[in-house]
């Protein structure tokens, strides 16, 4: 990247009134059969033109044609029954009903490959494309056939370097894996979680990132904050591990968050996306407030290595609110790009 502070969303982005239900995961679609695909097409290449006039730089889909960034995956894989559904609770924290593992889960057509292309054919920014990761998707899932958390990661993994080498070739210059899922199970990430992930992104030449949040913000997920104490350390227990992996790009939550930000030290020599864009308020970041998370980051975060972006997705805010929140984003890189450029 050869923009200092190149800006991004973390990924999806809230869909058109006329295509899904606003401000709700799992919308059900408004549209059926050929409407609905030309109707995702629409939707895409308006969420790029919104990314374009708020000024962001590495653009994405904002997952228009998705209903959910794990589920809709896994729906297009065999192996997986999604009418006999199972409740479990996701990441120890809300129940949600998901589908059955049956047998061998395997890829038989490319999934998100002709959306990646066709966002390529329609901007000649830099493109990131989000996947989920390995242990993510098992975490979304009730496993009736491996029996094993490591064992159905590892098939999902080698799941996931397909597509992706996939989308590489179709011109994504930067394959992203949400892994909420590393801010819960420490243990798993570090015997077995970022070697899976390494897996998943075994030859490509493009480059990588791994997203790790808190997730979205959504009441499950900002009532769990409220029990994780004063300082959220939890990226202590996986950042050593995760800076002498391959990954290239590490996406983390910071705007607004309390996570002390000195832990940016233990990834030091990685890019960086460092959210500084709360996706859990309505309230509008001011340009000051995101140029002094971004500053904060600085200590820790080579200024050619830090690339500002939001704290999750902002599927389920309101459309209005996302389009401002990205707005500030590239006003606050603005003024710190400033700042640096003038000091040299
Ligand atoms: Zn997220």
Request: glycine share 6%; proline share 5%.
């Amino acid at each position: 990247m050869k923009k200092l502070l190149p800006t991004s969303s973390a990924g999806s982005l809230p869909k058109p009134l006329w295509l899904a239900e606003p401000e709700t995961l799992w919308s059900p679609w408004k549209l059926e059969g050929d409407t609905l695909e030309r109707g995702k097409r629409d939707a895409l290449k308006l969420a790029l033109h919104e990314q374009t006039m708020a000024g962001i730089d590495i653009v994405s889909d904002g997952e228009q044609s998705r209903q959910h960034f794990v589920t809709t995956f896994i729906e297009h894989l065999s192996g997986v029954d999604f009418k006999h559904r199972k409740t479990v609770t996701i990441r120890n924290r809300y129940d949600a009903s998901v589908p059955t593992v049956i047998g061998p889960v395997s890829r038989s057509k490319p999934v998100f490959v002709a959306d990646a292309k066709f966002l390529r054919s329609q901007t000649s920014k830099p493109i990131k494309w989000a996947l989920p990761g390995p242990m993510t998707m098992i975490d979304t899932l009730f496993d009736d056939y491996y029996h094993s958390r490591e064992k159905l990661a590892w098939e999902f993994a080698k799941i996931l370097n397909l597509e992706a080498k996939e989308l590489e070739a179709a011109g994504v210059d930067i394959i992203q894996f949400d892994e909420p899922a590393f801010n819960v199970f420490f243990d798993e990430v570090n015997n077995w979680g970022i070697a899976c992930l390494e897996r998943a992104i075994e030859g490509l030449k493009c480059e990588t990132a791994v997203h790790i949040c808190y997730g979205y913000g959504i009441k499950a997920n900002t009532d769990w904050k409220k029990t994780l104490g004063s300082e959220w350390r939890q990226y202590e227990a996986i950042f050593p591990k995760l800076q002498k992996s391959k990954i290239d790009i590490i996406s983390l939550e910071c705007h607004n968050s309390r996570v002390p930000i000195e832990l940016l030290e233990l990834v030091r020599g990685k890019k960086v996306m460092v959210g500084a864009i709360d996706v859990a308020t309505n309230t509008i970041e001011t340009p000051e407030e995101v140029a002094a998370t971004l500053r904060q980051a600085l200590h820790y975060v080579d200024a050619d290595k830090l690339y500002p972006c939001t704290n999750c997705g902002m599927a389920p805010l309101s459309h209005d609110v996302a389009i401002q929140k990205l707005k500030a984003l590239h006003a606050g890189a603005e003024l710190v790009r400033q700042e640096l450029t003038s000091n040299h």
